[in-house]
């Protein structure tokens, strides 16, 4: 048999990308539904315009756009990723406060491009997407208002850090004063003068603590697992800087590369390898910063971690420390009995009096397009396949959800990369695929059940020799206790975006 010529007893979608169906009629134009108006959902958009496709839709579940930064109001909330590497790299943004920005101006210059690059218009808001089906080679989608629309194409930009992990704790329903998530909050709760508790060590709960701790009454941590903190210099942009940026936008673009170099060098990739110089120096930084910040001898042997530093989310903070050491605040590490009308009974039976309870409690970060119902080629269903854990061929796809393309989805570079550059490096994979059906080389992709089992089997093996497998309990962890972040290097990961391996593809 000839190479051009498929195998007449392989089924049209398992044949290989090299064969070229000749017969195909020209390409017709192909629709685009993305879910989700975050960061990435923005992106998915823009790019999609500027490679000439104009039918795109978005559907976002809220009333406004930008993700995370929409629904995490908190106060103190910042990124913890360099202000000009948390950009876009075709928007640099030369009116950034600080080398680290405060979560409201993430939101605003999220909301300032949509505006001008024209995909406000795109969105169609409050609409939750409730059902994506894939039937006679398109996918039909529902939202949960019963509006339907059909798609060639479907882009799942639903974020990470979006289903708040409420704890189960006794009473909750109980307490007399206000109460709620720290992604839910209620800015219409008084906060000055009043007594306050946090539940969570995160990097959520360290930045409230500093951003409250002067404005309370009583500010009561309550800890069930020391953090290591590693100090944060946060100098705010000069006048002069800013002036400098706008004038030069190239210049802000050569600094964001070097953020982005010293970045992976002199973090990221170190996660990668446990023993790494660059853990060993990781690790004594945090260890200088604990000791040489808190005076008081058992307070710091209450915050010192019992783990290698990084083995949970590095936390980050040029002033934790400092607040939790001020005479109004109290790191409480007894464990929750119940959540009583007047505040928390610890395990001690000490009632820990409240005005107010904050859970810095994080997110199901195993969601992703869930609760969608997702059903993809056969009536193979999303939740059946994910049942034990979800998985995705580099992060991006699922075998048998043919067209159906994940940012920023399992397995990926989440917490030690900028979640901006990697969503742009996996769009520029996505659109050589998407110019596959374009072109009429095919009209469905989607990755093939041995590729995906290789790069899982590869990443599991991969996974451990990273700092997250030194023994702590962290939210990377899946089911198994295998870290369900990418185990490799940020080189690695630009090249395996670079240019898709169309023998790991399937085509119909």
Not at 123 to 136: L, N, P, Q, T, V
Not at 172 to 194: I, K, Q, T
């Amino acid at each position: 048999m000839r190479r051009n010529e498929p195998d007449p007893l392989v089924p049209a979608c398992r044949r290989p990308l090299w064969y070229r169906r000749d017969d195909m009629s020209d390409p017709q134009p192909l629709r685009f539904v993305v879910i989700g108006a975050g960061m990435s959902g923005i992106l998915a958009a823009i790019r999609l315009e500027e490679a000439g496709y104009e039918d795109v839709s978005i559907y976002e579940k809220a009333d406004r756009l930008g993700g995370t930064w929409r629904e995490n109001t908190y106060p103190g909330i910042a990124c913890d990723v360099p202000s000009h590497l948390y950009s876009y790299s075709f928007e640099p943004n030369p009116d950034w406060s600080h080398r680290y920005s405060p979560g409201d101006e993430i939101q605003a210059y999220l909301e300032d491009v949509a505006r001008r690059r024209g995909v406000v218009g795109r969105i169609r808001f409050g609409a939750e997407i409730a059902r994506c089906e894939h039937r006679d080679g398109r996918w039909l989608l529902e939202t949960k208002d019963g509006v339907r629309d059909e798609a060639d194409v479907v882009i799942g930009a639903t974020g990470v850090l979006h289903h708040p992990n409420v704890p189960d704790l006794p009473g909750l329903a109980d307490f007399g004063g206000a109460a709620f998530h720290s992604a839910r909050w209620d800015h219409r709760v008084p906060l000055d003068g009043r007594r306050i508790g946090i539940i969570g060590t995160g990097s959520t709960a360290v930045q409230m603590t500093a951003a409250l701790v002067h404005r309370v009454a009583k500010l009561s941590l309550f800890q069930r697992t020391a953090q290591w903190i590693a100090p944060q210099e946060n100098p705010p942009y000069t006048a002069g800087e800013k002036a400098t940026f706008a004038r030069s936008p190239e210049q802000m673009r050569e600094l964001r590369d070097v953020m982005s170099r010293m970045f992976a060098d002199n973090f990221a990739n170190a996660l990668g390898d446990a023993d790494s110089p660059q853990m060993r120096m990781i690790a004594e930084v945090c260890r200088a910063n604990l000791e040489n910040s808190v005076s008081d001898p058992v307070l710091r042997e209450k915050l010192r971690p019992s783990y290698r530093a990084a083995c949970k989310r590095l936390v980050v903070s040029p002033d934790f420390y400092q607040a939790i050491q001020r005479p109004n605040a109290e790191l409480v590490t007894e464990a929750i009995e119940r959540i009583e009308r007047g505040g928390i009974r610890t395990k001690d039976g000490r009632l820990h009096e409240l005005d107010v309870l904050v859970l810095a409690t994080g997110f199901r970060t195993d969601r992703f397009l869930r609760p969608i119902e997702v059903v993809g080629r056969g009536g193979t269903r999303l939740d059946d396949v994910w049942a034990k854990r979800p998985s995705a061929y580099l992060s991006i796809s699922i075998p048998d959800f043919p067209n159906l393309f994940l940012l920023n989805g399992p397995n990926g570079p989440v917490g030690n990369f900028s979640l901006i550059e990697v969503a742009e490096l996996q769009f520029d994979y996505v659109l050589q695929l998407v110019e596959e059906i374009r072109t009429g080389r095919c009209r469905e992709l989607s990755p093939t059940h041995a590729a995906s089992d290789r790069f899982d089997a590869d990443r599991v093996e991969a996974a451990k020799k990273t700092i997250w497998m030194t023994g702590c309990r962290s939210w990377y962890l899946d089911d198994r206790g295998v870290p369900a972040a990418w185990p490799w290097s940020f080189e690695r990961f630009r090249e395996r975006m670079a240019k898709p391996d169309f023998e790991a593809w399937e085509r119909c």
